[in-house]
């Protein structure tokens, strides 16, 4: 089969399209024929191989040689002991563990995912398990007359995570790049943020809720932009950053009257489906930016990593 391999870190330039055999499903294990798996800023971590955390299971080579963790495809075959799906299914899920997306088939463990949501394409399924669980775990105490704000939320899971808190009543405030303004008006935002011109955390009217999927700003920064009992949850940022988060962030938080730390992000299909049932009756809608053919991943990957895509992109396969 077909897969995009790469062997070292380092730019996309790394990866390469290689002959593999195909992967066989031990007990437990699910081999699924890619249909479409969507691109998350993880595997441009993981392509790097920064920040450190990144490289957890392989130091200085991959883990994985194969990136890719969204996926959507038809059940191939199934190990011994699965028992909630069979060939011909179709299914979805984040296959963080093993990865292995970027490729014709790849192997999965049963408990990682779902049944597809007939009313949704291979290419919707894709964009839901990994961005929608963080969306919408990162949203949950959003409410009406909260005041909101996501950092980095032009790209997917931002897309989800404003029109999750916009569905509660909240008033969102979106920050990204100048390129991503229009775009995170158009799914709900209130206000927007150009993080290149304005920094959020100076601010005279502070946030009730703040979610960062981009950390990196000092402890003291956000706090001073969160309300008295506010919530301030990151997910993803720098070390440094995370590590002040963990120690000073408590701190800091529980002597102001605040609340300080990082998301927790609980994975599986208990934590992305009430998303992908919120998609199918068209309460929350899914922005496709741009899809790829398998042997452009390294051009994916690219779009994802500079920041450019608008919600989510996806590799489509035959």
């Known amino acids: 089969m077909k897969a995009i391999v790469y062997d070292r870190y380092g730019s996309p330039e790394v990866l390469r399209v290689a002959d593999v055999a195909v992967p066989i ?32 299971g392989g130091l200085r ?75 919408l775990q990162g949203t949950k105490w959003a409410a009406a007359g909260r005041r909101i704000l996501i950092n980095g939320a032009g790209g997917g899971s931002g897309a989800f995570a404003i029109q999750l808190a916009k569905r509660l009543g909240a008033h969102v405030t979106g920050v990204d790049n100048s390129a991503k303004l229009d775009f995170m008006q158009s799914v709900g935002a209130d206000d927007v943020i150009d993080y290149q011109r304005d920094d959020f955390t100076k601010t005279s009217d502070p946030y009730d809720l703040i979610l960062d999927l981009v950390a990196h700003r000092s402890v003291f920064a956000y706090r001073r932009a969160l309300a008295p009992g506010g919530i301030y949850r990151c997910v993803g940022g720098s070390v440094p950053t995370l590590l002040r988060l963990l120690t000073a962030g408590w701190l800091v938080g529980r002597t102001t009257g605040r609340s300080i730390g990082i998301l927790a992000v609980k994975e599986g299909p208990t934590h992305f489906e009430p998303l992908a049932t919120l998609c199918t009756t068209g309460e929350i809608k899914i922005h496709i930016d741009r899809t790829f053919p398998l042997t452009e991943v390294p051009t994916a990957l690219t779009h994802v990593g500079q920041g450019r895509s608008l919600g989510k992109t996806v590799i489509t396969l035959p």
């Open 25 to 56: 499903p031990g007990a437990g294990q699910v081999r699924v024929r890619i249909v479409a798996t969507s691109v998350n800023l993880s595997d441009w971590e993981c392509l790097r191989g920064s920040p450190a955390y990144a490289r957890i």
């Open 61 to 135: 080579t991959p883990a994985r040689r194969t990136l890719g963790s969204d996926i959507a495809g038809v059940v191939d075959a199934v190990g011994e002991g699965v028992t909630r799906f069979g060939p011909g299914d179709e299914v979805y899920g984040d296959n963080l563990l093993l990865k292995g997306g970027f490729a014709e088939f790849t192997i999965a463990p049963e408990s990682v995912l779902a049944h597809k949501p007939a009313k949704l394409s291979f290419a919707e399924a894709s964009t839901i398990p990994q961005a929608g669980a963080i969306a």
